[in-house]
């Protein structure tokens, strides 16, 4: 908390003189924007703002426990990130200055935020810093909140100490919706898993979670009308309605909201375990073990489902304060709606024409239930359909076709397609899934129904000590790409500030790349040595897991319970060594032959580095238990072509061209490295071809 200082700070004449002495030095001019999502607008001007332990801190106009927290937890991360210690009063509250006009940090804000932010709140804020002040301005403490975020990206040192260059920002997002969806089903994630991703979507401005709580492998929150929902169907693994509460107000004082997804009528054979009269097929059912998509569904002709939904999304309806409520809807299969012959003579008799016209049916039916409890429904573009009331939400995942078409009919909508962080995919490709691009197919009434989007993590193939890696840093990509104008949209400038944003994530708590060291010792044994440990560092730095649903094919033994500790899950989903060294080849062979050496000696370096922990790599895990062997081959694989890209450059370097049946030779050694083994592949094949073909004749 934070305390009011009643009697002038002492020394306050010499820190004048010291920021005034400052400015009169030679003036630093910060070259590059290192802030993720980038602000609207940004200015940089003459000038730096010194900061130390006597940093002063004070309030203008609005004043209360929320602000004051808020201000709080920012001034303890900027503590714990600088190392310096700022005044506290005798009850450990930092001290507050009386007077802004000489205080080095000024929240000048003008109205408190809402007790639980709501969609299309005001999030907007103006930072101003010179060398003798930052100012915050906002209309409301949201928009202090994500400013104070902005702050701390800022702050940043060199031999003089710390400091905030001198900048004028003014923000506001682009999207008033931001999220990502988080899945505890498929894997369960516990309570620090949930807060700890909170925080770092907060870092980044993100402000909705979409918290998937029911599954076919979990049924994951407390339900006290049913409680037999949440006993038989989760294992003993599932939220309390007060540890909800504590996500809830957690993310609140985050700026966040929190939007909970019920999946029906399909992915719900955790709702039939414990009432298999509800679903479409006799049962018994019980919990999924593995991956897919699985045929219990509830059904849509039994009134005991309405009656069972109208007590649990009541009771649900009053835990979640947000008034927009997920109902998923996605890959219902029909196969138990097919083979029910009582569903489908209901489908004839009330001219519902098919399984799409009785799930319609099913929605509305849901819909009205949800009006009753004040709530708007949202469900993945499965819901679309002639007869789906307007006010529902259609969330597109299955294509950008879906957002046209969700629009067209008048329905507001989210996107996700193109947001599967799960997939693995480079965050380069989120990043140009831009909702509404330049040349976007909607018309303006429909652009204005896109509410924004939200990043997607499925659990299948992750657990709590791998899914901050999977979610990390890749999505701040896409938090920037909903944040941010349109124009933002530099992909080396994004991976070179996503390497910023890692940092401050990990700052925040989060394990992204902590785990990673651990996870491999564990794998590696205690027999490795630390030159074979040292080149599995390399070497999973250098390899990626499969895209897609690939792993499924590889892995297809696993279930919920298997543990996930392999290569796959040691590697980023997309590896940052591959990307930079993609980008130095085409700088190498972009730059004229004179300016070639250096970026060339480079190049060359890193090849034989890889070359050499190959070989390493490849004699340890030929002789590890099975688990481990699997990867050798891309280990071979790897050796291989590290060798065809130095003997590439040796000849780009000696000016010579090799003849067409060379070329050939290496292509097809890439060609063999790029088959998938053991759940992995290869990145840099891509730019080890550039250079073969570099170093071959035409
Ligand atoms: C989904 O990915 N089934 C929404």
Redesign the pocket.
């Known amino acids: 908390m934070l305390k009011s200082e009643t009697t002038p700070r002492p020394r306050r004449a010499a820190r004048l003189l010291a920021a005034l002495l400052l400015t009169a030095m030679p003036l630093l001019h910060a070259a590059s924007v290192d802030l993720m999502p980038i602000p609207a607008k940004l200015a940089w001007t003459e000038g730096r703002l010194a900061v130390d332990g006597s940093l002063s801190v004070a309030l203008k106009n609005h004043d209360d426990a929320q602000l004051r927290s808020t201000l709080t937890r920012a001034l303890r991360r900027w503590e714990e990130r600088t190392l310096l210690t700022f005044r506290r009063t005798d009850t450990a509250e930092f001290v507050l200055a009386s007077d802004p006009s000489r205080a080095q940090l000024v929240i000048d804000c003008a109205a408190p935020a809402r007790e639980i932010p709501m969609l299309g709140d005001d999030e907007s804020y103006t930072l101003t810093v010179s060398a003798q002040q930052a100012v915050l301005s906002a209309p409301n403490t949201l928009g202090v909140l994500r400013g104070l975020e902005t702050l701390l990206q800022l702050i940043q040192r060199d031999a003089d100490g710390w400091f905030v260059p001198a900048v004028k920002i003014q923000d506001t997002p682009r999207f008033a919706w931001r999220g990502l969806m988080l899945d505890p089903c498929r894997h369960w994630m516990p309570m620090e898993v949930i807060k700890r991703n909170l925080d770092a979507m907060a870092l980044v401005k993100l402000n909705v979670l979409h918290f998937h709580l029911t599954e076919d492998q979990g049924f994951r929150v407390e339900s006290k009308t049913h409680p037999e929902l949440h006993l038989q169907g989760s294992d003993g693994k599932f939220f309390t309605q007060d540890e909800i509460r504590e996500i809830i107000r957690y993310a609140a004082e985050r700026g966040i909201r929190v939007v909970p997804e019920f999946d029906m009528p399909g992915h719900a054979t955790a709702w039939v375990v414990s009432h298999p009269e509800l679903g479409s097929a006799p049962g018994p059912y019980v919990i999924e073990r593995k991956w897919g998509i699985f045929d219990p569904v509830l059904d849509p002709t039994n009134e005991a489902v309405y009656k069972l939904l109208e007590d649990f999304l009541g009771e649900m309806a009053a835990l979640f304060p947000d008034p927009y409520l997920h109902i998923g809807g996605?890959?219902n299969n029909g196969k138990h709606w097919n083979a029910n012959e009582r569903i489908q003579q209901f489908i004839r008799d009330n001219d519902l024409e098919n399984n799409e016209g009785i799930h319609a049916y099913f929605n509305r039916r849901v819909r009205d239930i949800l009006i009753k409890h004040g709530k708007k429904m949202v469900g993945?573009d499965e819901i679309l359909h002639p007869d789906l009331p307007q006010d529902a939400i259609v969330h597109s995942?299955r294509g950008r076709e879906g957002l046209a078409a969700a629009t067209a009919a008048g329905h507001a909508t989210i996107l996700s397609n193109g947001y599967y962080i799960d997939l693995c995919f480079p965050a380069s490709d989120h990043y140009h899934n831009d909702p509404i691009p330049a040349d976007s197919v909607l018309t303006p009434e429909q652009q204005k129904l896109v509410l924004g989007g939200e990043a997607?993590m499925?659990a299948e193939w992750v657990t709590p000590e791998t899914i901050d890696s999977r979610i990390w840093p890749r999505t701040a990509a896409i938090a920037e790409r909903l944040w941010s104008p349109r124009e933002v949209n530099d992909t080396r400038d994004m991976y070179r500030r996503l390497g910023y944003i890692s940092r401050r994530l990990e700052e925040a708590g989060l394990n992204h790349e902590r785990n990673r060291p651990a996870m491999i010792r564990r794998l590696a044994g205690d027999r490795a040595t630390a030159e074979q440990i040292a080149a599995l560092s390399l070497f999973i730095d250098l390899i990626e897991p499969v895209k897609e649903y690939h792993r499924g094919q590889h892995h297809h033994e696993h279930t919920q319970h298997t543990p996930l500790g392999r290569l796959a899950d040691c590697a980023r989903p997309e590896s940052f060594v591959v990307r930079e060294f993609s980008y130095r080849v085409g700088d190498f062979l972009s730059a004229p032959a004179n300016a070639r050496a250096e970026l060339a000696a480079d190049l060359e370096q890193q090849l034989t580095a890889w070359l050499d922990a190959a070989q390493v790599v490849t004699d340890f895990l030929k002789a590890s238990p099975a688990e481990l062997r699997a990867g050798a081959p891309v280990a071979t694989n790897l050796h291989e072509v590290s060798g065809v890209g130095l003997a590439a450059l040796d000849a780009i370097n000696a000016g010579t061209k090799h003849p067409a049946s060379w070329r050939t030779a290496q292509l097809a050694t890439l060609e063999k490295a790029a088959k998938e083994h053991d759940a992995l592949l290869l990145p840099m094949l891509g730019a080890i071809r550039e250079l073969v073909n570099a170093a071959s004749a035409p």
């Open positions: 996605d890959e993945w995942w997607t499925w």
